[in-house]
């Protein structure tokens, strides 16, 4: 058995939100339980205000839970702060979609990369120029002298995505969140900084979580993948079988897209914007409901729960089921 | 090809540059192209390939430091820039019309969507009653699906695909020839976006106008266009119809890279390969073909001049190696 690196149950993360007079609260993530296990690439896939990002920076730490709980090796950190935060921080990293925002411009490479690496050595580990030499080293960042005098405007987009990612290797942590690393670069400079994050997997042993909008990318670097829709996940399977085997309407709608298969059910007009309307705390049922073509009654009063369908996949949709119910029966 | 039509627009030997503190900056470099009725032509490019550039060159609505500095566009035969802006007012959207990436700057916030509609209607059809202005709005979002009353909104009220829905009826709403989008579909969500792409292509085979669609990613525009142009560095390196596209091995070495950094998702995933380097500045292009820093197949006349862009029959590729690739392909 893998050993569960994360282990995240029921979490719940509510933002208040305001629009002129009219307050309301809404869930970016809502109820959401899975786990990680300690090795693994799981990807979290969804479109712009599924959650996704928001449950991310749960797991860094950044937005706390309002109810649930989260297990990082069996230790509860749902609600750290102070001191239990700053070491979370040693063991959960994150990296951003950003890569033009996220360094500082005025300091060479050398200079935002020595300091966390200073502070987070083990006493144990070489010094920390040669600390530094070595991660160059090993996120292809070479000849190594010349990148480290380099500042971030001197370097591509590829480039900076991995001193970005050596960043966040300083202080050597087990958990990395990669957050959209690739959406910002160039098509053809992609490759690298996906390679990049396998080949740490590899050598490190770091577990990855890959959050994107894109499931192409995700199915290339994933194990497992979870799909988010309304703040719910609403499938969770091996990264192909999300492709190949999805079950969720939702999920089969955004494999179609992907890969530009057969005209999607059309709706005779465009309404409004459901994903934020699926957002709001007062929202009852499945967030997918509004657009589902296999919507029932019960999926506007309920949020469905998962039904187990194959080996390591997990869907919640009623209708699935319901489906599954009547094959037992027979 | 149809070579004994006319095209719509057609595009010969143009370079545009813009004049920056490091002296001229050609961002777009001897390109020539035709655009027939009816077609929907693909230009790829990544962030600095000059598409963006050459779209306004094609549009005269060039910033004020950039210039066409030789060439001609031609609108159905008649040059662009030798018309003046009065005359140039009366065919933008009316024969030529654009739909940009972000609806969200395309519409005016403090207008709602009815009367930004009737605005180009004004100033485009002054004899058109209130009520043909009416009907001919309501015929319009009929076109991209989106239901009347949202005439009465503003675009932040909007989500990002009616916006862009809505974008595209403005392009539409005076019958062009021509329609130029540029990345019309990138800001949107995977779903979202197939659901633009097929409104698109439906409409498109209703009224018959062309398209010239450009997009940074080759697998939409190899879905929705029938013919494709691949940019780098300003200069077009490789054109061919998408049948002749998919089928043939024989790439620009550029080409070849971009199709090898696209996932597969039904098949089985070869490893993905990136293009090693980046895009060069336009300030200091190499000498030579612009992309023999970063070619795998890089020999030494790559070094002296640009390739021209030739072919045999319907596909053109500017590489001096281009029938070599394959068996060094093969060899490696």
Redesign the interface.
Known sequence: MPEVLVEARDLVVRFRQSAGLKKSIIRPVNAVSFTIDRGEILGIVGESGSGKTTLGRTLVGMVQAARGSLQLEGRDVTRLRGKGLSQHWSQVQMIFQDVYNSLNPVYTIEQQLLFPIQRHRSPEALDADQELDRLLRMTGLTPVGTVRQKRPHELSGGQRQRVAAVRALACRPELLIADEPVSMLDVSLRAEVLQLLLKLREELGLTLVYITHDLPTAVYICDRILVMYGGRIVEISGARDVVNKAEHPYTQRLAASATFESAPAASASYGGDHMKSVLLESHRGCPYVLQCPLSMDICRKEAPVFTHVGPNHDVACHAVANARQEEQAL | MRRDEVPILSVDHATVAYATREGMAKAVDDVTLSIFPGSIVGLVG??GSGKSTLAAALMCLLPSNASLLSGHVLLNGKDLYQMSEQHLRRIRWAQMSMVFQSAMATLNPVLTVGQQFREIFRIHEPRMTREDQQRRMEELLGTV???TQHLRNYSHE??G??RQ?IALAMAIALDPELVIMDEPTTAL???????I??EIRRIQQIKRFAVLFIS????LVR?ISSEILVMYAGKIVESAPIDVFTETTRHHPYTR??L???????DE?P?????P???PGLTDLPVGCAFHPRCPYVQPPCLEAPPPLEGMESQLVACYEVDNIEGRRAHA
């Open positions: 990544e962030s699906r989106i239901h909007l989500s695909g009616m829905r969500d995977a779903v979202v976006q197939h659901e792409l097929e940074h990613d080759l697998r879905y890279g971009l090898d950094s696209i996932p597969q998702l039904r995933q490893a993905l390969h990136s293009i380097g980046s895009t």
